[in-house]
Nanobody, 123 residues
Framework: VQLQASGGGLVQAGGSLRLSCTEP????????VGWFRQVSGKEREFVAA????????SYADSVKGRFTISRDNAKNAVYLQMNTLKPEDTAIYYC?????????????????WGQGTQVTVSS
């Protein structure tokens, strides 16, 4: 499985970005997918996760009400809509999946990781 994360960029505080996570060669529709972020020198941090059917989601407290995770299994894609962005959201964002259908906030529960996409929020 080779996940591809895209959609990052530079945005002003209060702006929005939509990240995409895709796997062009095989499906991950049976597995949960998570988004994590990491700032240089800090540990990878859970952001959001979605179960295999999309009905169950989980969010970090810091992004609740601002970020929305969704998936389109027909397109083999998971999205992270990020609104009302803050400078503290600046990080490299990674998507990840594993062999579990249910959501998890723990990075260790995910096996396959994308290459990351940089999100920079200016004040």
């Amino acid at each position: 499985v080779q996940l591809q994360a895209s959609g990052g960029g530079l945005v002003q505080a209060g702006g929005s970005l939509r990240l995409s996570c895709t796997e062009p060669r095989r499906t991950f529709s049976n597995n949960a997918v998570g988004w994590f972020r990491q700032v240089s020198g800090k540990e990878r941090e859970f952001v959001a996760a979605i179960g295999w059917r999309g009905g169950l989601t989980s969010y970090a407290d810091s992004v609740k009400g601002r970020f929305t995770i969704s998936r389109d299994n027909a397109k083999n894609a998971v999205y992270l809509q990020m609104n009302t962005l803050k400078p503290e959201d600046t990080a490299i964002y990674y998507c990840a999946t594993g062999r579990r259908p249910v959501v998890s906030t723990a990075p260790g529960d995910y096996i396959y990781w994308g290459q990351g996409t940089q999100v920079t929020v200016s004040s």
